[in-house]
């Protein structure tokens, strides 16, 4: 356990579905994350908030709609997607500021089958 | 931020110190060296970092060489369940996290 929890922990979905997905810390950081893991790829960053404000979007299409109500809660919205879409979605959490910003701390992830 | 070159796969035998090299030629003064292992199907899992100094805590050792170009990660007794792939990153100014394709380690019994 290292403090994060993503949910679901697999989904599937169409292509004309709506879903979210959903990740929790624990550990009182005020920086979350949310990466993507393709087949075979590494991992890809998608987009970092910190203290609530976005301060990251890595090029991600807009049927990737992140929000981030507060500093212990982060989602993942997603509608239209495709079939390459499919992919371990990760979420991570860190303090910000000198020395420990880098310790990122990941939930198990989410498997995403767009079908 | 440096790239990092890292050997694609690796063995160890359970027990013995499993030893994984990192190569960061274009490191500057600033950047830290990080490693992380992702065990199948889970999240990446922080181990170690450091600047230039040598540096240990209860999972791992990190050896940075002096002029900091290279890295060693030891894991003084690997067991079965330290298989997974090692992930070294060096971090910047940005305070990203760039993986990279990482070592493979299979601990054999």
């Known amino acids: 356990e290292t403090g994060v929890t993503q949910t679901p922990r697999h989904l599937v979905m169409g292509m004309t579905n709506k879903k979210s997905l959903k990740c929790e810390q624990h550990l009182g950081h005020n920086a979350m994350y949310w990466y993507k893991q393709s087949a075979k790829k590494p991992l890809e960053l998608m987009f970092v908030y910190n203290f609530k404000e976005q301060t990251e979007n890595n090029s991600v299409p807009s049927r990737f709609s992140p929000e981030c109500p507060n500093s212990s809660h982060l989602f993942l919205h997603l509608h239209t997607l495709q079939p390459e879409d499919s992919a371990l979605y990760l979420c991570?959490?860190?303090?910000?500021?000198?020395?420990?910003?880098?310790?990122?701390?990941f939930g198990p992830g989410t498997r995403l089958t767009v079908l | 931020d440096a790239k990092t070159t890292q050997p694609p796969s690796m063995d160890c035998a359970e027990g013995r110190a499993a030893n994984l090299p990192c190569n960061h030629s274009?490191?500057?003064?600033?950047?830290?060296v990080y490693w992380y292992r992702q065990i199948h199907s889970q999240g990446p899992q922080y181990i170690i970092h450091?600047?230039?100094n040598n540096e240990t805590n209860e999972m791992a050792s990190l050896i940075i060489t002096e002029d900091r170009k290279s890295s060693t990660l030891i894991l003084p007794h690997a067991t079965l369940r330290d298989t997974a792939v090692y992930y070294c990153?060096?971090?910047?100014?940005?305070?990203?996290?760039?993986f990279g394709q990482g070592t493979t380690l299979q601990v054999k019994p």
């Open positions: 990153i060096v971090i910047g100014n940005t305070g990203k996290l760039i």
């Open positions: 274009t490191i500057s003064g600033n950047e830290y």
């Open positions: 450091g600047l230039k």
């Open positions: 991570a959490s860190s303090h910000t500021g000198q020395g420990n910003y880098n310790e990122q701390f």
